[in-house]
């Protein structure tokens, strides 16, 4: 089983739609979470991050984090065409270690 | 305030060869980390240091070596060099002030080995 685990792409929507991305990860002492979002060819660019259970928004994007069933995931509400990157879900257990561990990614295409 | 940069950014490179990379971090940034990806591997944690100091280290090979200056800025070093080398290198700063942690990638460098 792979530590960090998110759903399996290509994921597609309208323009306008809400995207929804998920996460599972396997080790419960983990503390920190992250998305990142990548754009082909560039390195990856932090939209959020959550520490404590419950929901967080930043503009058109809530993370949902939930602790007890390792859960996290990624909402963005009106997707644009220019949301259409890959997403990673990203876990750091100690905070003083520097270590993210990546899922995969999932790869978003919005259409027009 | 200047992003986290790389240098350089393409890189092409012979079988056997050895290869330096260059990061500089976020001015105040303590931590630095290294992360290899690959299209087969994803993004994998190769070392982080801090203080002059490697505190954590991945599952990469003895060819895979770095350091860290009292500047913070950081270099990674591949010797040795093989085909399967071949990934865009990232380095991502932090501040390390424990809890909270986020750490910001810079463009990372794109190294071929023929």
């Given amino acids: 089983q792979k530590e960090v685990e998110q759903n399996s792409g290509p994921l597609s929507v309208p323009e306008g739609a809400i995207a929804s991305l998920n996460c599972t990860y396997s080790d419960r002492g983990s503390q920190s979470f992250f998305w990142y979002r990548q754009y082909s060819g560039k390195s990856p660019e932090l939209i959020m991050f959550i520490y404590s259970n419950g929901d967080k928004e930043d503009g058109r994007f809530t993370a949902q984090l939930n602790k007890a069933s390792q859960y996290v995931s990624l909402l963005i509400r009106d997707s644009q065409p220019s949301d259409s990157a890959t997403y990673l879900c990203a876990v750091m257990r100690d905070t003083n270690a520097g270590k993210s561990t990546f899922g995969d990614g999932t790869t978003l295409t919005v259409k027009p | ?65 770095g350091r860290q200056f009292s500047n913070s800025r950081s270099e990674m070093n591949v010797s040795t060099l093989e085909l399967g080398d071949s990934a865009l290198y990232l380095c991502a700063s932090s501040w390390d002030r424990g809890f909270e942690e986020t750490q910001y990638f810079g463009p990372g460098t794109r190294l071929l080995v023929l």
């Fill in chain 2, 1 to 65: 305030k200047a992003g986290v940069t790389q240098t350089p950014r393409y890189l092409i490179k012979t079988r056997g060869q050895q290869v330096t990379l260059s990061c500089s971090p976020i001015s105040g940034h303590r931590s630095v980390s290294w992360y290899q990806q690959t299209p087969g591997q994803g993004l994998q944690f190769l070392f982080e240091y801090f203080s002059e100091t490697q505190r954590n280290k991945g599952n990469f090979p003895g060819r895979f070596s």
